[in-house]
DNA sequence: ATCAATCATGACTGTGAAGTCAGGTATTCT
DNA sequence: AGAATACCTGACTTCACAGTCATGATTGAT
């Protein structure tokens, strides 16, 4: 009996309601075992109490540590997931991977994709071993080490503008007015904050596109379709004789904080010492300045 | 399949040579599961290898999480595994067991009697919780904390000395060689050392009764039967009316460090910090000046 | 009240690991 | 060489758990 599925709402795993009397099943006799309620009621659907997240944690590990045996008995490289948010992870970590790897003794990397929440949680239940995360997202300082600090910036396409405008030019806001725009749409904090923002400017913000991701926002600002905010990491690569890019000054002060975020107890388990990470963090950030 | 027994050489567990083909069969899968050898031949018998030494304490590790888990749900406590020879077992640690569970929210205490050396080898693969043990039995002075120094004493009943004699006279090796002793017979060091002394000291040392162990060398002085040389741990309770103490002299810098000794990870595992086991000693030690 | 969603329970089947037995092979000792 | 020891292998039985299906119970929404 392997814990079913190690975590999450019993039976939102799989589609199969065959399974679910099985997974109920499991379940209970778990209980038997260790004597103690694993679920909570939550209306008419099930999810784990704190026994059952603790247990669930547990096994998490025990897993990872076999796994981790057999890896390095076979002489195959420890894999860590990293995770970070969608475009956290396009422009900052994945040109970082090779790198990490390489300090991390070749090890196998796996990304995933997570909303900053959540991340969080990823992190705090060993679903996830390293995240790129904002500073504010995660609980306390502890556990977590600066990659870089980030700013916003306004993305606007020059075809888009009169010949001739300046970038002082561009800091009016009366000019955004004017702006086919393209923004997120994903009702997270940035987005939230890009929005309120422009509201604060004076601009009736309304964006010609609304993207499920940044990394959209800026494909847009590429094709010259439309400007955009994008923050520090996004602009790396535009082109400057195509796109005018200058700080967006509304959102000067909201520069968020990046951190490289980490369970100490997964860390501690696997052999990564907080002087790695570190290093790791560093590394992320280079590659940035690069 | 749970790892047949977690360690020690395989088919020596059982008396059972039908066992052994299943436990053969198991290490083979074992074998294939994990791609590496876990075993490694010494004549004709088994003994784990380092990776299989490796695994069984991987896995001791986590029935000891599930069966914490279980415990700690079901409101019991913790238990520990507590070693020690068996002199230091019976007067020193016993004693303060007591006050030791209590300091550790009422854990359940076992008690293992083992020799020096393997002592070090069973906290080293999580036999054993803590030990008591002499500091240089153990490979550094890491993980571990003083308990106290031991001396040595001559203890003579006074039956067998002429009526008047004094411990200035007992101290005159010429005495001892008149005199029936006790001793271990153990091959320890402590033993070694007693009958190296003697020998040192000029008295053709032939043990009337050869024991065991120490404790029951303070018998048979409790008994009036023989002197013995006994560790200032055995000394405690000895009645000064009926036996004559006085400390002996050819041992005098031999003086042994008691450490209390652990294993980092399973302590850091289990919940216990440094400032607990340093807390932990102190009460032992104080356990034998009470 | 009715219906849908969610979980619990009982009965049954299939699979595979655990266990047992009956020989094997390799090593060591005499 | 012959016996004893320690382990390996194959064939078989037993048993527990995974998986499935049908159905009941509880809760929430309409």
Redesign the pocket.
Known sequence: ??MAEAGS???AAPG???????I??????LEQFFGTEL?R?K????SLSNAGERLALLIREQLQDLEDFRKEQAGLPKSFVIGAGASVLEWLLVPALPAISRHLGGATLMTDVHRSRSLGEAVRDGRVDLAIIRQDAVPKGANTVLVMKMGFHLCVPRVLLKRGTTERDAANSALWQTLPFAAGRDGGQTDTAIREAMRSAGVDFRPHFECGSMLQVRQLVELGASAGILPTLGIRGLDEKKVLITPFVPLRDFGRVLVLHWNPRQMRRRGLETSDLKKLAAMIADQQKA
């Open positions: 009996m392997q709402i019993a039976k199969k309601p065959n399974r679910q009397s099985q109920s099943r499991q379940i209970r006799e679920t009621r209306g008419k659907s099930l």
